[in-house]
């Protein structure tokens, strides 16, 4: 199986950045995902990385170290409609791809 | 984004009774369909993969004969939750995997299941 963890929370003022890490153990890695859930909705797809380095996307951007099972996603110019859960999920390649799943982490944009 | 819609959105139903949720991929072939159930202020909760044409696999603690699953197309995977009781109360969200899009899962909005 996976362990992945997330930070529970994160506050940030609107215009700034913020990282959102994630850090995960599992034996037949194939992906990792960044999904954005808002409260009552279902989650959006983000980004995706298989690859080492940094994919970057508009404001967001995510990056992947395999070796050090380590990712994180990036957000720029924050904007108050960013407020929202960020999932960090893994597939699992031994385990019919199906995705795990981090606690998500909770961003709150101020103004 | 590959679209993926989940009927109904909302529903509220007896004690005993069963409800069904349909999932369909829009706009691409979904050979594998997620099933997730999400408590509130929790990250989701697999329960089972559905794979076109075969029985779905169900995760630990999962009771296949409650929550039956069929996929009976590449575009149509459908839950129903039998005999629904207050507990089984949750926000049931589906996935559909395209295999052209590098293997992403895309999500339906959800259905709020709220079991009298």
Wanted: charged share 15%; proline share 2%.
């Amino acid at each position: 199986g996976q362990n992945i963890d997330q930070p529970t929370e994160m506050t940030a003022t609107e215009g700034a950045i913020v990282q959102i890490n994630c850090t995960y153990q599992t034996s037949g890695f194939n992906g990792l995902f960044w999904y954005q859930q808002h409260a009552g909705e279902a989650p959006t797809f983000l980004s995706y990385n298989v690859l080492d380095g940094l994919e970057e996307k508009g404001r967001f951007s995510s990056f992947l170290s395999r070796s050090k099972g380590y990712s994180y996603l990036l957000l720029k110019e924050l904007q108050m409609k960013d407020s929202a859960s960020y999932l960090c999920a893994v597939r699992d390649s031994r385990a019919l791809g199906k995705l795990s799943f981090g606690a998500g982490t909770t961003v709150t944009v101020r103004a | 984004g590959a679209v993926v819609s989940q009927h109904p959105s909302w529903v509220i139903c007896k004690s005993g009774t069963s409800v069904k949720i349909e999932c369909r991929s829009l706009d691409f072939q979904a050979t594998t369909m997620f099933w997730y159930r999400q408590f509130p202020k929790q990250s989701l909760m697999l329960m089972a993969t559905s794979n076109e044409g075969s029985k779905a696999t169900y995760e630990q603690g999962v009771e296949k004969d409650k929550f039956l699953i069929n996929h009976a197309s590449l575009t149509l995977s459908t839950l129903t939750v039998t005999s629904a009781h207050p507990e089984d109360s949750s926000f049931y969200i589906c996935s559909a995997r395209s295999a052209v899009a590098k293997n992403i899962q895309y999500f339906g909005a959800g259905t709020r299941l709220s079991v009298l």
